[in-house]
């Protein structure tokens, strides 16, 4: 048993025998309050988020979940489906890999980390950046190389994501899949 | 119906059992519902409720049962648990709960604060691993909080009493206000600066009586006299000056101590909320963490409270305040204070009328636990 405030982002834990994971967690310590975690925690069965407040000498039940890199090979139906080294295959809807879903194209070559839970895959994690090209961008107004003017563009699955304004059609980009952010201009991949 | 059972820790001082045995009583009172205060300390409890029999496991008071609880006490749970700032209850009554066909609802009742973050964590769940549902109870200032204890009539009787009340009150307690004499009651940690305060309130013109109920302050007063202890009953004069000392009074009789002196200085939670709703200008002297995590909560509540204060009075009130609290010399911040009386007193009366207008702590609960 680890206690609230040992519990950092991105630990899982278990609550009524489902699995958390730990998406945010803030220690707050005021007065004669209790120092409190408050801590967002996803659901990873059902992919259902909750703001939870706790006390910092609460106890918790962490679990380190089994892991195995997998690559997206194609989607059947309404399943995405990955394949592991040995070339196992592994299916997941769409709300299992709720928080990856717009980083799915055809053709990607990302390793992923499908994550286990009592046997069973339960979702995927792409790895914290990943490369991706710009389907569509309008032209640099301003002519700004610095990077901070930022505009918009599309992805070839249709997620849109802001980029820096010198970016252009065509382009690859590295993205941040924690924060869906833009973080710079990147080669092709191989 | 539900039944509710309330379980405090006395840590230190009164306001942990004085939080509790309000609630209690307004649960009582207003929702005519069963409630047991667990208590671990009856003799603190007896202090500020002298019908408390310590040596009693079990007693029944003001429609309230009142249950020693030790911490080997084997507990069936009400509908709804509430958890006093933060005291932990035994694996047992956890489990005890959790055997329940109808798990009861858990609250973990928080301290007071006026901090922003307070609005964001109040009502929030807190799953437990191995437990029923648990959720945060934040009182506070806002809307967005769990709000302060209020009797439902308390404003009316107060109004009450000061017309109809207030002069027979004093004088059994052996004051007799002197015409033009301001009346400050004194009920504060310890705070060797009160020298300053004191030597500042000699050295003026004013006339002041200061009611003095035994606490920690009383030690410095005393050095300050130059007396080995103070008489209940005598009156100690030092120029403009009388210091009376009072009993130690009940929760009812301190409140109507509040109401009639002009001034108040109060101390930690409960007796800070009472001062509020008696609508007069007051003090607060803050229990000190060594931190120093007192001072930030101390500035979120001025921060609040002189919104609508005009510039000199915020500014004359946040010196006093901060000087008191972070025990340094008085004399000019009770100075710039003093000029500000009248602006500081009319700010309180609308202060306690906008903090009326909003769910008390019982009607926010009441609210909770039925949606």
């Given at each position: 048993?680890?206690t609230?405030?040992?519990?950092?982002?991105?630990?899982?834990?278990?609550?009524?025998?489902?699995?958390?994971?730990?998406?945010?967690?803030?220690?707050?310590?005021s007065?004669?309050?209790?120092?409190?975690?408050k801590?967002?925690?996803?659901?990873?069965?059902s992919?259902?988020?909750s703001e939870t407040?706790?006390?910092?000498?609460?106890?918790?039940?962490?679990?380190?979940l089994?892991?195995?890199?997998?690559?997206?090979?194609?989607?059947?139906?309404?399943?995405y489906?990955f394949?592991?080294?040995?070339y196992n295959?592994?299916?997941?809807?769409?709300e299992?890999?709720?928080?990856?879903?717009p980083?799915i194209?055809d053709?990607?070559t990302?390793?992923?980390?499908a994550?286990?839970?009592?046997?069973?895959?339960?979702?995927?994690?792409?790895?914290?950046t990943?490369?991706?090209?710009?389907?569509?961008?309008e032209?640099?107004?301003?002519?700004?190389?610095?990077?901070?003017?930022?505009?918009?563009?599309?992805?070839?699955?249709?997620?849109?994501?802001?980029?820096?304004?010198?970016?252009?059609?065509?382009?690859w980009?590295?993205?941040?899949?924690r924060?869906?952010d833009?973080?710079?201009?990147?080669?092709?991949?191989? | 119906?539900?039944?509710?059972?309330i379980?405090?820790?006395?840590?230190?001082?009164?306001?942990?059992?004085?939080?509790?045995?309000?609630?209690?009583?307004?649960?009582?009172t207003?929702?005519?519902q069963?409630?047991?205060?667990?208590?671990?300390?009856?003799?603190t409890?007896?202090?500020?409720?002298?019908?408390?029999?310590?040596?009693?496991?079990?007693?029944?008071?003001?429609?309230?049962?009142?249950?020693?609880?030790?911490?080997d006490?084997?507990?069936?749970?009400s509908?709804?648990?509430?958890?006093?700032?933060?005291?932990?209850?035994?694996?047992?009554?956890?489990?005890?709960?959790?055997?329940?066909?109808?798990p009861?609802?858990?609250?973990?009742?928080?301290?007071?604060?006026?901090?922003?973050?307070?609005?964001?964590c109040?009502?929030?769940?807190?799953?437990?691993?191995?437990?029923?549902?648990?959720?945060f109870?934040?009182?506070?200032?806002?809307?967005?909080t769990?709000?302060?204890?209020?009797?439902?009539?308390?404003?009316?009787?107060?109004?009450?009493?000061?017309?109809?009340?207030?002069?027979?009150?004093?004088?059994?307690?052996?004051?007799?206000?002197?015409?033009?004499?301001?009346?400050?009651?004194?009920?504060?940690?310890?705070?060797?600066?009160?020298?300053s305060?004191?030597d500042?309130?000699?050295?003026g013109?004013?006339?002041?009586?200061?009611?003095?109920?035994?606490?920690?302050?009383?030690?410095?007063?005393?050095?300050?006299?130059?007396?080995?202890?103070l008489?209940?009953?005598?009156?100690?004069?030092?120029?403009?000056?009388?210091?009376?000392?009072?009993?130690?009074?009940s929760?009812?009789?301190?409140?109507?101590l509040?109401?009639?002196?002009?001034l108040?200085?109060?101390?930690?939670?409960?007796?800070?909320?009472?001062?509020?709703?008696?609508?007069?200008?007051?003090l607060?002297?803050?229990?000190a963490?060594?931190?120093?995590?007192?001072?930030q909560?101390?500035?979120?509540f001025?921060?609040?409270?002189?919104?609508?204060?005009?510039?000199?009075?915020?500014?004359?009130?946040t010196?006093?305040?901060?000087d008191?609290?972070?025990?340094?010399?008085?004399?000019e911040?009770?100075?710039?204070?003093?000029?500000?009386?009248?602006?500081?007193?009319?700010?309180?009366?609308?202060?306690?009328?906008?903090?009326?207008?909003q769910?008390?702590?019982?009607?926010?609960?009441?609210?909770?636990?039925?949606?």
């Open positions: 048993m680890k609230a405030q040992d519990i950092k982002v991105n630990n899982v834990i278990l609550i009524d025998g489902a699995p958390w994971i730990v998406q945010r967690a803030e220690y707050t310590k007065g004669r309050n209790s120092a409190i975690m801590m967002k925690l996803k659901n990873l069965l992919g259902s988020t407040v706790y006390k910092f000498d609460d106890k918790m039940e962490q679990v380190i089994d892991q195995i890199d997998v690559t997206y090979s194609y989607k059947a139906d309404d399943m489906v394949v592991d080294e040995e295959q592994y299916e997941l809807s769409a299992d890999i709720e928080s990856v879903m980083y194209v053709g990607m990302d390793v992923c980390s994550v286990f839970f009592e046997g069973k895959v339960i979702s995927v994690d792409l790895p914290t990943i490369v991706r090209q710009i389907d569509y961008t032209a640099s107004a301003r002519g700004d190389t610095s990077g901070k003017v930022m505009k918009p563009a599309r992805l070839a699955n249709g997620t849109n994501v802001k980029v820096a304004d010198f970016c252009e059609i065509g382009d980009i590295e993205i941040d899949t924060t869906g833009y973080k710079s201009r990147a080669k092709a991949p191989a | 119906m539900k039944s509710w059972d379980f405090c820790q006395v840590i230190d001082n009164f306001g942990d059992i004085g939080v509790t045995w309000r609630l209690a009583r307004q649960i009582t207003e929702l005519h069963p409630v047991r205060l667990f208590v671990d300390d009856l003799h409890f007896h202090h500020i409720c002298p019908q408390i029999d310590p040596l009693q496991d079990c007693q029944r008071l003001l429609g309230v049962d009142i249950v020693h609880w030790r911490p006490s084997i507990v069936d749970p509908d709804i648990v509430i958890e006093a700032f933060g005291c932990n209850l035994s694996e047992s009554i956890i489990s005890s709960m959790l055997a329940r066909a109808q009861p609802i858990w609250i973990n009742l928080e301290y007071l604060s006026a901090e922003p973050w307070i609005e964001e109040h009502l929030l769940p807190s799953p437990q691993c191995h437990g029923p549902a648990k959720y109870f934040f009182p506070g200032f806002t809307a967005r769990g709000g302060l204890l209020r009797e439902r009539d308390l404003l009316a009787e107060r109004d009450r009493f000061i017309i109809e009340e207030k002069a027979e009150f004093l004088t059994n307690l052996g004051v007799e206000p002197a015409p033009g004499s301001s009346l400050i009651s004194l009920f504060t940690y310890e705070n060797p600066q009160i020298s305060w004191l500042t309130l000699v050295a013109e004013a006339s002041i009586q200061l009611l003095v109920p035994p606490g920690r302050i009383q030690a410095d007063i005393e050095h300050w006299l130059g007396e080995d202890k008489v209940l009953g005598a009156c100690y004069s030092r120029g403009s000056v009388v210091i009376h000392p009072i009993p130690f009074l929760q009812r009789d301190y409140d109507r509040l109401w009639s002196c002009d108040n200085f109060v101390r930690g939670e409960d007796s800070f909320v009472r001062a509020q709703w008696a609508g007069k200008p007051f607060w002297h803050i229990y963490q060594d931190d120093e995590a007192h001072l909560k101390l500035s979120a001025l921060q609040l409270y002189r919104q609508q204060l005009d510039a000199p009075s915020a500014k004359a009130m010196q006093f305040w901060i008191w609290n972070r025990r340094q010399d008085l004399s911040g009770w100075t710039l204070f003093t000029r500000q009386r009248d602006s500081l007193e009319s700010h309180a009366h609308v202060w306690c009328s906008k903090l009326s207008m769910k008390s702590l019982v009607e926010s609960l009441a609210e909770f636990i039925q949606n």
